[in-house]
């Protein structure tokens, strides 16, 4: 089982749509969890950041983790077309030393 | 612009060819990351520097690959006697010492022919 699990779409919706993004975990000990924002060809971009369960808002965005089914979501409310992008979920390693990214889902927000 | 940047941001070279990268992180920030994208992957993490000691080098980090850090700024990426699976999207992200979060460069893109 892969550490970081992540349905790699592509997930197509119309704009002011709501998007839940989602991730799965394997291992209880991560406590931190980000998500990367993806245009194509650019580097990820740092959206959410969350230590504990329970929900982070940002804007339209809100990350949600559920560590007792290690399950991590993004929400993002009247979805735009610049939002069309991957999304990357990550944890940072034990040792705080790396990044273990899913393989992102590909988003496309039409107008 | 103060983020991370990263030279060149297109390479294109020829098998057996050697080539570096070079990344500048945030100033302020001490720990640099480098990691490698391929096509409908997540970045997977090449190898972690604080300061200038190079501390986590991947399994990824095959012996053709070298990178260093000297006094703590920037840092570069040399892979030497390239071969066409080395052909993917080259990212730099630095951090600073107290959080997990890590900020990305904009990446050198690889082709190996």
């Known amino acids: 089982q892969k550490e970081v699990e992540q349905d790699p779409g592509p997930l197509s919706v119309p704009e002011g749509a709501i998007v839940s993004l989602n991730c799965t975990y394997s291992?209880?000990?991560?406590?931190?969890f980000m998500w990367y924002r993806q245009y194509s060809r650019k580097g990820p971009e740092l959206l959410m950041y969350?230590?504990?369960?329970g929900n982070k808002e940002d804007g339209r965005f809100t990350a949600q983790v559920d560590k007792s089914s290690k399950y991590i979501s993004l929400f993002i409310r009247d979805s735009q077309p610049s939002d069309s992008a991957t999304y990357l979920c990550?944890?940072?390693?034990?040792?705080?030393?790396?990044?273990?990214f899913g393989k992102g889902t590909t988003l496309s927000v039409s107008s | 612009d103060t983020g991370v940047s990263q030279n060149p941001r297109h390479k294109i070279t020829k098998r057996g060819q050697n080539v570096t990268f070079r990344c500048d992180p945030i100033?302020?920030?001490?720990?640099l990351y480098w990691y490698r994208q391929t096509l409908g992957q997540g970045p997977e993490f090449l190898t972690y520097?604080?300061?200038?000691?190079?501390?986590?080098k991947s399994r990824l980090l095959s012996d053709r690959f070298s990178a260093e850090r000297p006094k703590g700024s920037f840092s570069t990426l040399e892979i030497q006697r390239t071969e066409q699976g080395d052909s993917a999207m080259y990212l730099c992200?630095?951090?600073?010492?107290?959080?997990?979060?890590?900020?990305f460069g904009p990446g050198t893109r690889l082709l190996v022919l």
């Open positions: 992200a630095s951090g600073p010492a107290s959080r997990e979060t890590q900020y």
């Open positions: 291992n209880s000990a991560f406590q931190y």
């Open positions: 969350t230590y504990s369960s």
């Open positions: 990550a944890v940072p390693n034990q040792a705080g030393t790396a990044l273990i």
């Open positions: 100033s302020e920030h001490n720990r």
């Open positions: 520097f604080q300061n200038e000691a190079q501390l986590e």
